[in-house]
T-cell receptor, first 109, second 115 residues
């Protein structure tokens, strides 16, 4: 079993849709939960991170963590074509980060 | 400000040749990471530097892979006797090395193709 599993996609949605991206992880020692966004031919950039179970909002983005079920989600409201990218979940502790394979999202105008 | 830079951006090499990939981290960042990203795969951790030392080399896939960091700044990842399965995007990231959560800032990557 991989340490972090993620729906591979690709996922195509119309502009304005609500997008739900999900990951599961296996190691209960993981303390941080992150979402990175990666545009084509670019490096990943941190979108959001959280330490605890529950929701964290930042504009149109909401990160949700359920430690009891080891489940991580990212919701994007009012999706825009500029949100088209690959979204990678990541988790870890200290200097140890483990990344999921990423979900490729296309938001169609 | 200047972000993480990597060179070359693209490298095509013949099987069996050696390659060197370079990473310039953000100035002042003490921690530096190398990852490999293959199509459909997540970021595969290769090695982590704190300053010039590498406390964690566990991700290096074989003894053909080595990395060094000098002056607490620039790092070089060397792949000897390249194989076709080494084809991937090699990403470098740096972080400040302080604080409980240490955001990693990524470079644009080097796309390596072994023919």
């Amino acid at each position: 079993q991989k340490e972090v599993e993620q729906d591979p996609g690709p996922l195509s949605v119309p502009e304005g849709a609500i997008v739900s991206l999900n990951c599961t992880y296996s190691n209960s020692a993981f303390q941080y939960f992150m979402w990175y966004r990666q545009y084509s031919r670019k490096g990943p950039e941190l979108l959001m991170y959280t330490y605890s179970s529950g929701n964290k909002e930042d504009g149109r983005f909401t990160a949700q963590v359920d430690k009891s079920s080891k489940y991580i989600s990212l919701f994007i409201r009012d999706s825009q074509p500029s949100d088209s990218a690959t979204y990678l979940c990541a988790t870890g502790w200290g200097q140890n980060f483990v990344f999921g394979p990423g979900t490729r999202l296309s938001v169609l105008p | 400000g200047a972000g993480v830079s990597q060179s070359p951006s693209n490298k095509v090499t013949e099987k069996g040749k050696d390659v060197e990939l370079r990473c310039d981290p953000i100035s002042g960042h003490t921690a530096l990471y190398w990852y490999r990203q293959s199509l459909g795969q997540g970021l595969e951790f290769l090695i982590y530097f704190q300053g010039n030392s590498a406390p964690d080399k566990s991700g290096l896939p074989s003894d053909r892979f080595s990395a060094e960091r000098t002056g607490g700044s620039v790092s070089t990842l060397t792949i000897q006797r390249t194989q076709q399965e080494d084809s991937a995007v090699y990403l470098c990231a740096s972080s400040s090395g302080t604080g409980v959560f240490r955001e990693q800032y990524f470079g644009p990557g080097t796309r390596l193709t072994v023919t």
